[in-house]
Each structure stands twice: as C-alpha cells, then as structure tokens.
C-alpha cells in the first residue's frame, strides 16, 4: 500500500519551460490536494480536487493548472515556468472534503528548481 | 480567510524535558486542527488532530489541547527524545476543502 505517490521527485526547469507533476493515490479516497512549501511560510493551497471531475483553487493557484484524470490520479501544471515558483509541491489525499474535515496524507514532495 | 500564528518558530530542549508548541487562529468557523510532524526531506505526517467538540486529546507522548474561546491550540510533548527532533506544523480547517497552515517550528531535543 503506497498511500500517495508523487513523480517525478526532483526536477530543474529553465524559465519559460512547462512540466506536470503527477500525483496517485491508492486508498480509494476523494479529495485530492496541492501544496507548496516554501521556507519560513508552511504548506499553502494551490488547488484542490472534491471529487473526481471537480477542481477548484487554493490560495495560490496563479500559474498553475490541474487536471483530476480519473479518482486516483491528480496532476498539477507549469505552463509557463517562473523563478518564484522554485519550491517543494506536495500533493495531498483525504477520504472527503465533506464536513467533518479529514486527515490528510501526503505525498513525499517534488523539489522544483527554476532557473 | 483564516489566518493561523505559530510559535516558537525555534524551540530546543534537553532530553526527557516537555516540548509545547502553540497556534492561534481567526476564523471561528474552524472545527479540526491537525498536527503533523515533517522530518528533514520528507512528507508531513499527521501525528495527532483534534475537532472542536473535543477540549484535549492525548497520544502517548503527545496532546493537544483546545480553546475555542480564546481560539488556540497547543501540543504538548513530554519525555522528549531526540528522533523527536523534526518540525511540526499545526493547521485549522473550517470546512474540508481548506485547510490552513501554521508556519513551523523546529523542535531540536539535545541528546
């Protein structure tokens, strides 16, 4: 049982270029989540995912787009790569975004590096 | 939107001594406050979480307490032991969709 599995784990990108994170998560769960992390200022919402077919922003989502592929499966998109978006993603799962909240789990992060 | 403060930012103890760490938020509408434990180039990990309807939680080593009036939170480590060393993050959630981070501490237990 893998929980939530991030690719790729490092990555260096000039400015300008594009790339996908790819996010999986095996425990059946319906919301999926991105964070980034960047020194000094915590884990912040880029965006989230309800349910399968639903997307909706965080509190960064400015230069990033998702796609929620199928239940499991939950990317995140550079389309246009900026210095400030150096930072280390994590992608996150719970059962629901339904009330109560629920315990998320995390992926073990992909450091992006943009020069 | 919620704001949540955490504090210390840095906090060092000696072996077998308590640890707390303390957050404060703003929106009253949040009802779950997760920790989560982030050793040096890995995942956070939840180690303990509390709901609203809910004053302390305890876990071993480990609680959590809650003040909804004053609209704070601590955790509480006691018999520290150096694998404690990581840096721990509190959040509040008011709904399931948001869940809003504190900044961090870095809790270093000296051997």
């Known amino acids: 049982n893998a929980g939530v599995t991030q690719t790729p784990k490092f990555q260096v990108l000039k400015t300008g270029q594009s790339m996908t994170l790819q996010c999986a998560q095996d425990?059946?769960?319906?919301?999926m989540y991105w964070y980034r992390q960047d020194p000094g200022m915590g884990l912040r919402l880029i965006y989230y995912?309800?349910?399968?077919?639903?997307?909706d922003k965080g509190e960064v989502p400015n230069g990033y787009n998702v796609s929620r592929l199928n239940k499991r499966e939950f990317s995140l998109r550079l389309e246009s790569a900026a210095p400030s978006q150096t930072s280390v993603y994590f992608c996150?799962?719970?059962?629901?975004?339904?009330?109560?909240?629920?315990?998320?789990?995390f992926g073990d992060g992909t450091r992006l590096s943009i020069l | 939107g919620e704001n949540v403060e955490q504090h210390p930012s840095t906090l060092s103890v000696q072996e077998g001594d308590s640890a707390v760490i303390k957050c404060t938020y703003s929106?009253?509408?949040?009802?779950?406050f997760p920790w989560y434990k982030q050793e040096l180039g890995k995942r956070p990990q939840l180690i303990i979480d509390?709901?609203?309807?809910?004053g302390e939680k305890k876990d071993q080593r480990i609680a959590v307490t809650l003040n909804k009036t004053a609209k704070h939170f601590s955790l509480h480590i006691t018999e520290t032991q150096p694998e404690d060393s990581a840096v721990y993050f509190c959040?509040?959630?008011?709904?399931?969709?948001?869940?809003?981070f504190g900044t961090g501490t870095s809790l270093t237990v000296i051997p």
């Open positions: 996150a799962s719970s059962e629901s975004v339904l009330v109560p909240p629920q315990p998320q789990h």
């Open positions: 425990m059946n769960h319906n919301s």
């Open positions: 995912s309800a349910s399968e077919g639903t997307t």
């Open positions: 929106d009253s509408a949040s009802n779950y």
């Open positions: 509390i709901r609203s309807n809910v």
């Open positions: 959040a509040a959630s008011p709904t399931g969709n948001q869940f809003y």
